[in-house]
């Protein structure tokens, strides 16, 4: 099984602010690697997918990067409404999730 | 547009049984393949079970192989998860999703059904 490892668990900004998400594999996973946020009490939304694809409606302030083992996720500018939880999840063998990383407001 | 309304969970006893429905609506449900994501009350996001569109391909993770069947029905737009043998870490919210393209990341949720296994 495919492990993912997100880093930081936690990351504590202020709005406006740059926020850069990291998620590792255990091993290569190509690009297929996707992005996820979760709000309190909602469902997750895709953000991005094959790496570095935004999902349909998703802002240009969301990019994803990486390939093989390493990818990130960086939010440009902190909106209100990007405190959440950030998953990454793979699809190249079964599929996996991360543990998450909570953005939250300094 | 597309919606997933999740419906079956409840209160089970360990070793109990539940079978969870997901009723698809606003897409042609039998072109996508349809998965299983679970969520333990306060922890991360677990992939429990896939299908294919036609319901011939299913995959299961390892914590729930052979206790847990995925099925759909395609004439009736329903994705489908019986889950027998239930054990108190099977407690969760329960999402149906629907994957983007084959074997594609999920690009819709429905809201969840919870389900809690406890005597």
């Known amino acids: 099984e495919i492990v993912l490892t997100q880093s930081p668990a936690t990351l504590s900004l202020s709005p406006g602010e740059r926020a850069t998400l990291s998620c590792r594999a255990s091993q290569s996973v190509s690009s297929y690697l996707a992005w996820y946020q979760q709000r309190p009490g909602q469902a997750p939304r895709l953000l991005i997918y094959d790496a570095s694809n935004r999902a349909t409606g998703i802002p240009a302030r969301f990019s994803g990067s990486g390939s093989g083992t390493d990818f990130s996720l960086t939010i440009s500018s902190l909106e209100p409404e990007d405190f959440a939880v950030y998953y990454c999840q793979q699809r190249s063998s079964s599929w996996t999730f991360g543990q998450g990383t909570k953005v939250e407001i300094k | 547009e597309v919606q997933l309304l999740e419906s079956g969970g409840g209160l089970v006893q360990p070793g109990g049984s539940l079978r969870l429905s997901c009723a698809a609506s606003?897409?042609?449900?039998?072109?996508?393949?349809m998965a299983w994501v679970r969520q333990a009350p306060g922890k991360g996001l677990e992939w429990v079970s896939a299908?294919?569109?036609?319901?011939?391909?299913?995959f299961y993770a390892d914590s729930v192989k052979g206790r847990f069947t995925i099925s759909r029905d395609n004439s009736k737009n329903t994705l489908y998860v019986q889950m027998n043998n239930l054990r108190a870490d099977d407690t969760a919210l329960y999402y149906c999703a629907k994957e983007r393209n084959y074997r594609q990341p999920f690009d819709y949720w429905g809201q969840g059904t919870l389900v809690t296994v406890s005597s």
């Open positions: 606003g897409f042609t449900f039998s072109s996508y393949g």
């Open positions: 299908i294919g569109g036609s319901g011939i391909n299913t």
